[in-house]
């Protein structure tokens, strides 16, 4: 199979990569990536499928939950290859504490690049500010694009394929970098992702049987934690500013008497519930025809309409509409 000469290559690219060079990360990755074996979505499951059955190997590598899944084939103390799966998700606006680049497999991708100006920081992890599209571009199979760490690489991808994969070639990275939101605000996820991964099925329940105790507990819990992490537990809990019960019950006075924090937090939070509406929406296309149509429809509500005639000429160009 041809994951076999994937394996490969992929051990060979990182340690080539690991050798110190003056050629920095980024082209090192993209002039490697280049040359990967492209693999069917079908050898990508086999390859799952005999890794999760291999029973010599007790615990199995886990990087992140970016992706669905992410799949490591290849890592070192510096560098990971990995093939990452989207199928009924695309990315939101984000960035990356690490450097490299990434190959499309399956599927074309529509990538957008983003600028962030920061005008006020209200808390530790917070930035409210002006969130601007740069660049809208559709990568098709066998394209590569480097991947740039912080600010100069704020992006969102959106697959027009489903399910779809990509290789990444790319530093292990450390820290944690910004999420965004549409289109004034950002955040650090912090340390709460691990505290609210262990406690969501808890959360899950005081939701379903007490509203009351529920509200409460949000309460008790947004004490103890940051703004930032607040923010993820927003999303998270899909607590949008219209729900009078559970908004108090998280922001505390302060936080929603700071008028600039608020109206980003207001025009974010309903961002992205128009951002989860369209992935679900997304998840039940059923073409090609279909996914692209949906990006229009989406990439229209960020009111730019220079990136829709331009994504519009990408998508006829690409013969996908």
Known sequence: MRTIELKA?????IAKANICT????????FRLLRHAPLISFEEFLYAIASRVQDTSVTTLPHIHDFGEPSFPMALNENWIFEIIAWNMRSTSMHEHTFEGAFKVVTGPQILNGYEFKSSSHPHNGVEVG?????????????DC???????????????????????????????????YLWPSLRFRRSSVERIYTSREKYLDALEAFSEKIYVSCLNKLS?????????????????????????????DAEERDNDALSRALIDGLSHLDHFLRFNELRGAATSPYELATLALSYHSHLQKPDLVRMLHAHLCEAKLI
């Not at 003056?22 to 990755?29: C, F, H, I, L, T």
């Not at 992490?229 to 998280?250: C, E, S, V």
């Open 9 to 13: 290559f992929a051990i060979d690219a």
């Open 22 to 29: 003056e050629e920095d990360a980024r082209s090192k990755a």
């Open 130 to 142: 002006t969130l601007k599209w740069t660049d809208t571009r559709v990568l098709n199979v066998g």
């Open 145 to 179: 694009e480097i991947i740039s760490t912080g600010e100069r690489g704020i992006h969102s991808l959106w697959s027009l394929e489903k399910p779809a994969l990509l290789y990444v070639l790319r530093t292990v990275g450390d820290g944690e970098g910004w999420d």
């Open 223 to 251: 004490e103890q934690i940051g703004l930032n992490n607040k923010i993820y537990l927003a999303i998270q809990r899909f607590i949008r500013p219209d729900n009078t019960a559970k908004w108090p019950a998280l922001f």
